[in-house]
């Protein structure tokens, strides 16, 4: 089994650094609690970033060049120029509008080119209200008959986009189901990695079938193969791994966001950097380019 130490790529202080990509030669992030949507292209000093009227909990390129935003409680289209200027933002569609404990959370487009997300229960409790759903053009908006939970995370689809994988982060296991884009249909839903000592988080398939995971209080990325055996792992200088990507203009490296969030005085002084983006490059070309929104 590969390990292999994650090296510091950005410096920065995300309270919650999220919903990495590689898209258009930059790596793209959203900063969750700072409202912020952050792009950097590497060998840049620092990152670009776009602030947005409120939390994005994830967020798809479009076909139109535009980008799809999973605000706290409405999916939205927005345009944002090079310079990460906030043009014109429009409202698609209300999210769990009659329940305010909840928020937008993980997601990212499937094969077809729909967006998937879930939602998270913010409130203390933590009970399991929070729900997953697909968003297109052609349909709207529909929740996946899956079971509730209490964070929705680790949402991607396996290469030819027939099965879903997902999670609540809080169950420590990572779920698969079979998965229609069409018809919003999911079933067979079955386990398909325990995480005893992490919370699983943000995952993405690479070009050989297999998942990558960022596991929250762990500090690391855990690469499965398809039938869920672990075959690597990375760790990082900070605990709270969140969402890791594959791309760079080879195709060949890893790279993972870091939080600050839910850290202590103590835990931030011995991880001074929490918040940052950690990579490195692998072996191989392995990244996978997410599909672009269809709108």
Sequence with gaps: MTQAPLELALPQT???????????????????QGATLNAWRPGDAEAQSCKLPDRLGSFAHCRSGRVLLGLAKRIA?????????????Q?????????????????R???????VF????????????AS?????????????ALPAVAIANSICFSLDGRTMYFCDSLTHRIQQCDYDADSAQVENVRSFVEVADAEPDGSVIDAEGCLWNAQWGAGRVARYDPEGRLMATYTAAAPHT????????????????????DLGREALAAHPLSGSLFGLRLPQALAVEDTLFDD
């Design 132 to 144: 997953f759903y697909q968003y297109s053009l052609q349909h709207g908006l529909r929740r996946l």
């Design 118 to 129: 879930g939602t998270l229960n913010e409130a203390k409790e933590k009970r399991a209200i």
């Design 14 to 32: 995300a309270t919650l650094g999220e919903g990495l990509l590689w898209q258009g030669g930059r790596w793209w992030w959203t900063d969750i």
């Design 242 to 261: 969140s969402c890791p990507a594959l791309g760079g203009e080879g195709g060949d490296q890893l790279m993972v966001t870091t939080a600050r969030a």
């Design 109 to 115: 487009t499937d094969r077809r080119g729909f967006f």
């Design 77 to 89: 289209l927005a345009t944002v120029g090079d310079d990460m200027a906030l043009g014109q933002l």
């Design 91 to 107: 409202t698609l569609a209300a999210v769990d509008a009659a329940e305010s404990r909840t928020r937008v959370n993980d997601g």
